[in-house]
């Protein structure tokens, strides 16, 4: 990993346990054990460093999805693995961080956001017409229109004047959404597969 690399590396996990408002140009530099002067080579200044950090989070988070397809899955079981590691990468982060981004940060900001538009977008999509050939999902949804709410449902769960991140565990809040969310599209057979997963927890 050279030297860029690392500062992104190591300022992304800074960012996210600590939030992106209080932590300063000097207190990466000493958490990195490196000079001021080393990072501004790097980067012109904390946004530039910001921006560069939460686009190796984009990759990182897409890896993640990813990965979680790695073992064969139905498409209900395919929610269940999203959900868990969006869960473990949130465990990480600084529930104040989401909110700070999007108020003082709004061109990172907009890279999550792109994200959620571009790859959870094309995610749930495929999901839903996985889980309709597998007749987990009925049949008759329209997939497009359903995938819209899916992801408006997204903003509602990182609002954190609706579900503050200080209050509401983020897990639960995902398994409240996903049951939420299958129940109203899954066919007598999906449910009867939902019920079991739910049982097995």
């Not at 079981?77 to 959900?83: G, N």
């Not at 700070?100 to 900001?109: C, G, Q, S, V």
């Not at 890279?111 to 999902?137: A, R």
């Not at 049951?179 to 449910?191: L, Q, S, W």
């Amino acid at each position: 990993m050279d030297v860029k690399e690392n500062i992104i590396h190591q300022s992304l996990i800074l960012f996210l346990k600590k939030g992106v408002k209080q932590v300063n140009m000097d207190e990466v530099a000493s958490n990195l054990g490196i000079s001021k002067k080393t990072l501004y080579i790097h980067f012109d200044n904390k946004q530039d460093l910001i921006h560069h950090c939460f686009q190796r989070h984009n990759q990182m988070f897409e890896e993640m999805i990813n990965n979680s397809f790695s073992q064969p899955h139905n498409a209900i079981d395919e929610l269940f693995a999203i959900d868990e590691s969006v869960s473990l990468m949130m465990k990480k982060t600084n529930p104040y961080l989401l909110g700070e981004l999007k108020r003082y940060y709004p061109n990172t900001w907009n890279l999550l956001e792109e994200l959620k538009q571009k790859v959870l977008f094309n995610i749930m999509k495929n999901n839903l017409t996985s889980g309709i050939q597998q007749e987990l999902y009925r049949s008759e949804l329209d997939v497009d229109i359903i995938t819209k709410f899916v992801i408006s449902r997204t903003d509602t769960l990182v609002n954190d004047e609706i579900f503050p991140l200080t209050v509401y565990n983020f897990k639960d809040l995902l398994k409240e959404n996903r049951i939420y969310h299958i129940r109203g599209i899954a066919t007598p057979k999906g449910i009867k597969y939902l019920e079991k997963k739910i049982n097995e927890q």
